[in-house]
């Protein structure tokens, strides 16, 4: 293990960089008050691991979800005794055969599981488990950093799983060859500085139904072109079940992904076709937000959409306020998204099990064909389940082994 702060440093500096970006592309009334907020720096002594996926030879066009991809399973510390480390970063780097950075072009996922969530359940003594994959990397955000005094608890013996694709949606005149390098950065909770409190995510996906997307574009995904394999196993439903505890419940008998079929009938599709021009699509997710409190308070948001995407809008329809514009930019020489900007806050916004909630996500296809599309968000909030104290009454060693 080393230490990292010049990679702290750096990934500090472009968050910044995302930060100011964004401001020049979204009104100020579109966040909450310190949406835009520098992340502090902080004192707490950062640890680092990294991992190379195999590399990948690109011969040909891959859309989203078709290209090569590599699982590799770790610990991010593999000690006599576990001790409660703190995950507080992970940055993805795209790299040719020579190690050279190469366009984020090519990244289509990075997620981030417990390898075995019922036990990560077990360890932290919580009643309601967190879903099974906790971070998401996506193109157009390169690295997830959690506001100073904020972390995802880890058992330094827990086994992880990461998951990664690459993909191409132009053709190249030969092929060649790519690897992604992931760093995950933590704070031992022995050297901490001060206190850290602990964060879980969510991942809310738009479900549209097949009847409104055929109406809006000429057709939707088929079951071929929507495999989101990336996706938790709640993306897809033989029979509909309202959104679970995690967002994304698990059915018995699974369909192709990213399908369901509510109780009146109506098809659901979380992978659909946009033909050219601006399209919004809209969507209410069943429980409100699925937030396991009354009240939960928002640290971190980030979004998901594919190639053409413009926006991602969360919305209080009871409130009637707008919490939140995740902006999307294209590469002005490629097919995808170049970057797109987030919320991080050390103070964060609440949200309410009682509310209505609507999340809008608007496409631009400036091409002269359909493609495909998709859109979701990740909200990461303070979980207040977290009892630092219980871990320890806990067979700790037994359960990371």
Not at 190 to 197: C, I
Not at 199 to 207: D, K, S, V
């Amino acid at each position: 293990m080393t230490d990292s702060a010049s990679f702290r440093l750096l990934s500090l500096s472009g968050i910044v960089l995302v930060w100011l970006i964004g401001a020049a592309l979204a009104l100020a009334s579109e966040a909450p008050p310190d949406a835009l907020k520098k992340t502090k720096s902080h004192s707490d002594r950062f640890h680092s691991f990294e991992i190379l996926s195999k590399m990948h030879t690109v011969d040909r066009v891959y859309p989203s979800m078709k290209g090569p991809s590599d699982t590799q399973f770790f610990k991010l510390e593999d000690v006599t005794k576990p001790e409660l480390l703190w995950l507080k970063s992970v940055k993805v780097d795209i790299l040719d055969k020579q190690g050279e950075s190469q366009s984020s072009e090519y990244l289509c996922h990075s997620n981030l599981y417990f390898s075995d969530y019922q036990r990560h359940h077990k360890i932290f003594g919580r009643s309601i488990t967190p879903n099974q994959r906790f971070i998401d990397i996506n193109q157009g955000l390169l690295t997830v950093l959690l506001p100073d005094g904020f972390g995802i608890p880890i058992m330094s013996g827990e086994q992880l799983k990461f998951h990664s694709m690459v993909m191409n949606l132009q053709e190249k005149p030969e092929p060649f060859d790519l690897q992604l390098k992931t760093t995950f950065e933590y704070v031992r909770n022995s050297e901490r500085v001060g206190p850290m409190k602990a964060l879980a995510q969510r991942a809310i996906p738009m479900w549209i139904p097949v009847a409104a997307v055929d109406a809006h574009a000429h057709h939707h995904a088929s079951p071929e072109e929507s495999s989101e394999g990336s996706m938790d196993e709640g993306m897809t439903n033989e029979k509909y079940q309202a959104d679970g505890e995690d967002g994304l419940s698990a059915p018995a008998n699974p369909t192709p992904r990213g399908y369901r079929t509510r109780p009146d009938g109506v098809s659901e599709t979380t992978h659909w076709m946009v033909p050219p021009g601006r399209h919004s699509f809209s969507y209410q997710p069943d429980k409100g937000l699925k937030m396991p409190f009354p009240k939960a308070r928002i640290h971190v948001l980030t979004g998901h959409m594919h190639a053409y995407g413009e926006s991602i809008e969360l919305r209080d329809l009871t409130t009637g306020e707008s919490l939140f514009v995740i902006r999307a930019k294209g590469f002005d020489d490629a097919i995808g998204i170049e970057f797109m900007t987030h919320y991080s806050s050390q103070d964060g916004f609440l949200v309410h099990r009682d509310h209505k909630y609507e999340i809008l996500a608007t496409y631009n296809n400036t091409s002269s064909r359909d493609i495909d599309a998709m859109a979701v968000i990740y909200l990461y909030y303070l979980d207040e389940r977290f009892d630092e104290q219980a871990i320890g009454s806990l067979k700790i060693g037994q359960a990371t082994n």
